[in-house]
């Protein structure tokens, strides 16, 4: 599937997705998002914590809805990336 400029590949165990693989262009400004966040969740073990915290809430809560997880899960993400920019 072709997601926002990048390939989504998910693996299915008993009709749920137990892991997605994303594929996009190296240096390209979603990469460098993505690169970005991962780095920012490394150095920051507090929103690490919460990250993953959130993450399992809205897994029980959407176990089935992609779309509404990762929506939901995108004002966390977006307010990382604007602290990782101003580190930057």
Request: glycine share 2%; net charge positive.
């Amino acid at each position: 599937m072709s997601i926002d400029g990048k390939h989504v590949f998910a693996r299915y165990n008993e009709k749920k997705i137990t892991h997605f693989l994303h594929v996009m262009i190296y240096n390209q400004n979603l990469w460098i998002d993505q690169i970005s966040f991962r780095d920012y969740l490394r150095s920051d073990p507090d929103a690490k914590i919460e990250y993953i915290k959130i993450k399992k809430e809205l897994a029980n809560k959407y176990p089935n809805d992609v779309v509404s997880y990762t929506n939901k899960k995108k004002k966390f993400v977006d307010d990382i990336l604007k602290r990782a920019k101003k580190l930057g």
